[in-house]
């Protein structure tokens, strides 16, 4: 694929909307699109051979708020009921052509500038709630490894900061060498 996408600043549901619309192309399928028959709905979705995607792009929320945790696995299972593969992209992650690959499978050349991890939010770890922390530890480990070292290395800047304790709950300490 020819086209370089260029993403300014910090990776929003805009943005990832703007650069998976421009990849899918005829496939995309829209935004803000109903979940089943509830007043639920998926941020975004496309259709490429014959398989639909849901992408939703979680912010802070979805890893403070325990019962937004709820609403997304049962979106989650919709989407799986229908046959639908879901994506979720975590705010901390930037999307780059690697982030591409690993999220979507697909291929294309993205220029970003912004660093993967906590660099523009004052929402780190240490707020999340206990499912939320779950799902950071969960989703941190399934990262290709030079996105976990800058997501990791952005906490250990963090911390320098602003203290270890108000950045990682006690049960995340050891993601940082130094703790």
């Known amino acids: 694929m020819s086209n370089v996408i260029v993403i300014e600043g910090y990776l929003i549901q805009s943005k990832l909307e703007a650069a998976l ?41 979805h890893y403070r708020n325990a019962l937004k945790i709820k609403v997304d696995r049962e979106k ?20 780059t052509t690697e982030t591409l690959r690993h999220y979507f499978g697909l291929e294309g050349v993205i220029e970003q500038s912004f660093p993967h991890g906590f660099i523009a939010t004052k929402i780190f770890p240490a707020s999340y709630c206990e499912l939320g922390v779950e799902r950071f530890r969960r989703e941190l480990e399934a990262l290709p490894v030079v996105m976990r070292d800058a997501v990791i290395q952005s906490l250990e800047a963090r911390a320098a900061e602003h203290g270890l304790e108000y950045v990682l709950p006690n049960r995340l300490s050891d993601l940082i060498s130094n703790a």
């Not at 803000?32 to 792009?57: C, I, N, P, Q, S």
């Not at 799986?80 to 979720?88: D, F, I, N, Q």
């Open 76 to 95: 989650d299972a919709i989407a799986a009921e229908l046959g639908y593969s879901v994506v979720r992209v975590p705010y901390w992650v930037q999307l």
């Open 21 to 61: 619309k421009s990849l899918i192309g005829d496939g995309w399928i829209g935004r803000e699109l109903k979940v089943g028959d509830t007043r639920r709905r998926w941020d975004m979705a496309y259709r490429l051979d014959g398989a639909t995607t849901v992408v939703e792009f979680d912010g802070d929320e």
